[in-house]
């Protein structure tokens, strides 16, 4: 059983370009969850989702910034006219539908954005 | 409001010396989750445990022991004869209400650096 997986690891972008970090949940989850960590801080969740629905998007910024998680395949978080504030690792993490294990969530290894 | 908050920002011990890692949280749930995560220099992020707040036993595994204690609101962790692979980020995590989210979603605290030196 496969865990969360992110990629790309590392993505380098210029300015003003988009980047597109995909996450693909365990097996048999069915919720995502986005989380950034800017340098030298600890990790600040951006946005929660089911397939097919944005359940809270309070930690993202209000522009540039959008996440899906399609009916089928990963969650995409995508940022565009990239910034070098932008700079940062971005986590996934996945948890399991069953209200028995609520409280479960796994992490991807993230995706290190570097914008030049 | 929730909060976390990892009070040192960074603490240095030689090998073989315990070490606590101090975390207290605020919340106004009844029900929640208690996380401790460690981050490596190659950055990934490593689940160590999670603790149900109705579950006040401590744990202990291996050279890990957490002390959780409601009343004072802090869940501490403690790595016993220390060593230099645990040189590491430490953060620890609580759960935002239960009621809007699956668990996922979390309110990290800031982070301790930990460096053990030979």
């Known amino acids: 059983n496969a865990g969360v997986m992110q990629n790309p690891r590392h993505l380098v972008r210029r300015r003003g370009q988009e980047a597109r970090l995909r996450c693909s949940p365990m097996?048999?989850?069915?919720?995502v969850y986005w989380y950034r960590q800017l340098p030298e801080e600890g990790l600040k969740f951006m946005v929660y989702?089911?397939?097919?629905?944005?359940?809270?998007e309070s930690g993202m910024p209000k522009e540039r910034f959008s996440a899906e998680f399609p009916k089928e395949g990963p969650s995409i978080l995508r940022i565009q006219q990239v910034v070098r504030g932008d700079s940062a690792a971005y986590f996934c993490a996945s948890s399991p539908p069953e209200n028995s294990r609520i409280g479960e969530a796994f992490f991807g290894q993230g995706t290190r954005l570097t914008v030049v | 409001a929730q909060k976390v908050t990892q009070a040192q920002t960074e603490i240095s011990v030689v090998e073989k010396e315990d070490v606590t890692l101090d975390c207290v949280y605020e919340t106004r749930d009844t029900t929640y989750y208690l996380f401790w995560y460690k981050q490596p220099p190659s950055g990934e992020l490593v689940f160590l445990i999670r603790?149900?707040?109705?579950?006040?036993q401590n744990e202990i595994s291996g050279r890990y022991s957490w002390n959780f204690q409601k009343s004072t609101s802090s869940f501490n962790f403690t790595i016993t004869a220390s060593q230099v692979v645990d040189s590491a980020v430490y953060f620890c995590a609580l759960s935002d209400p239960l009621i809007y989210n699956q668990g996922g979603k979390l309110i990290f605290g800031q982070g301790t650096e930990l460096s053990v030196k030979p």
């Open positions: 603790r149900n707040s109705f579950d006040e």
């Open positions: 989702l089911q397939k097919e629905n944005i359940i809270d």
């Open positions: 097996k048999g989850h069915s919720h």
